[in-house]
């Protein structure tokens, strides 16, 4: 941009302003003077927005590693082993959607 249309006014109080109307929209010397930008493949916010039921997922952590037992007082393990324990025997029942699942994440390749 040259000089014409970047102009000081004087204001009552003395103060020199640079008159705003005469930038194009993201061209103003404040907004330039923030920005850092980050190196190439580095994020400027490595952890992400924060999970939005971080409290459920904290309880439901503590949930599933309780011991749980049987009418017998038998051991039935936690309750995440018998969520994994039931996925597997359904896919072994031939459950097509957790057979899918399995292969999604990988657990049946070699």
Known sequence: ????TKKNTK???GNTEINEETYSK??????LANLKPFPKGIS???LGRPTKYESLKQSLNKLGEE????YWNKSQGTRKNQVLET???QAIKG???YVQLLAWLGCLDK
């Open 87 to 89: 996925i597997w025997k």
């Open 67 to 70: 011991e749980t037992v049987d």
């Open 95 to 97: 459950e097509i959607k």
């Open 1 to 4: 941009m040259d000089s014409d």
């Open 44 to 46: 400027g916010n490595p």
């Open 26 to 31: 993201g061209e103003h010397p404040n907004s």
């Open 11 to 13: 204001t009552i109080t």
